[in-house]
């Protein structure tokens, strides 16, 4: 391998030897002239031996030079985690540096910690110039890890639409709704969190790990214990899962053989109900988990704090409610009022009151919307809404409807306190306008606790205006959206986001949202 290009003292003059297989050779050499500061250079001598290829050739009679020792530049990167150098050759036979002198340049230019020793050695030995050498390094931090529960169930919410099959028909049958647990099986484990070791950077300075956080608190709920060691929870006994508001309960199952009638009488159960028959009118089921019903459901009220799979349906006379934490699924709905946080999977609704927090779809053959009042959290999707006949329709999409309740409560409560705070007033002013000097124990006494009574009616009408700004914000926030695959008929009112449109024509295959305070008519997809 050719020597590399490279300047020589010699007694009549300066020489310099090149590499000519070598890359840019011309500004090699430049360069060399400039790092060595020479006098009097023959550039002209230069261009002449890189255009024939000379071995070496003089460029200056100059020998009134100075040797300069080799040095290094050191440089730290801006996270102060790297301390790199690179070394200026010897002008002219000065001194090479030795390890410990570079180590005290490191030193002194404030680079204590994480240098590499034998990495310097060999740089010393075997060096390029002006190349870059990490030789020193942090430590970096080793963060904590967060304690955690691990749950050794599923603890997200089970998807339950019905699936649709191919023939149209809806199976209400085959829906995984519960997991089981049997006594003493591990629900959950707390896993400690693992605190970090300070790291430290190359200037010796200390970087402070994360605080690593405390794992939650077991989440023990109904039927469930904690053993002797403090991180693992069991079920005490057998029964369903239910994981609600950051709690694990175990529910016993209430499992009705036949109809809900005279027989059973009304049903308050705290966990899971199953009927396998129907449930008659003017009867109750309150259930402090799931409800499952096989049979028909007439005028009667079903309560579920999580969800409720109904696989006949409910024709209810006007009369029937149906109200769940969770989801409902039903065959079909007809006379009744059907309240969800979650979502509704119906084949059909008819004439009925339906407030559903999340999605209202109408699914099977029919997947019919028709008649009532529909107040929708999110989104609307059906084959068909409306009827031939013009059957007034009622849709209010966008809007929680839980929020919607929570709204109008604030407000009738605001009306109040204003109210009443008007009346405190005139009783205080009545009074402060009079010579309290003059006035009885009584007269202060009523005096006291008008001005206390107008400072709580301040206080609540200001933390009631607060809780108004806050559930107007969370109404505003919804983007809602009515689809319907085959038709949407005339007599429809569809209001999304306060925006209104009644239908005059029907709509075929029609996707409504709301833009820019107006509803938008839109294929569907």
Partial sequence: MAEKTKIELRKDGIYVVINHDAQNVKSTILRLVKHYQIKDVDFIAIENAIRTKAEEQKISDNTDVTPRNESIEIEVSEDKMTASIRFFEPVFSGSLLTKDEIIADLNANGVRFGIDNDLIENIVRDKEYAVWYHVAFGEPPKHGVDGYIEYFFETKKKTLKPKELEDGSV????IDLFEVAVEDQVLAVSHPQVNGEDGINVLGKAIPANKAKRAPTLPKGKGTRILPDGVTLVSETSGRIFYMDGRVSILP???????????TGN???IGTVIVKGGVLS???????????IEGPIEGATIKAK???MLMKGVQGGGKALIQAGGDINANFVENARLYASGNINANSIMHSSVK???VL????RRGLLVGGRIVVGEKISAKTIGSPMST?????VGVNPDVLDKYKEAVEEIEKYQIDLVKTEKIVDNLSKQDIKQFSDTKKKMLMEAIRAKILYKTKINNTQAKIDNLLSMLNKKNGRVEASDIIYTGVKITINNAVMFVRDDLNFASLYNKDGKVIIGAHS
Wanted: some cysteine; glycine content about 18%.
């Fill in 253 to 263: 199952v209430l499992e009705i053989g036949g109809d809900v009638d005279n027989t």
């Fill in 267 to 269: 049903i308050d159960f």
């Fill in 282 to 292: 003017g009867f109750t089921i309150n259930a402090g988990a799931n409800v499952e």
């Fill in 361 to 364: 779809t109408l699914i099977g």
């Fill in 392 to 396: 007034v329709t009622e849709i209010e």
């Fill in 171 to 174: 199976d209400y049958r085959n």
């Fill in 306 to 308: 999580g969800d409720i």
């Fill in 356 to 358: 559903c927090g999340g």
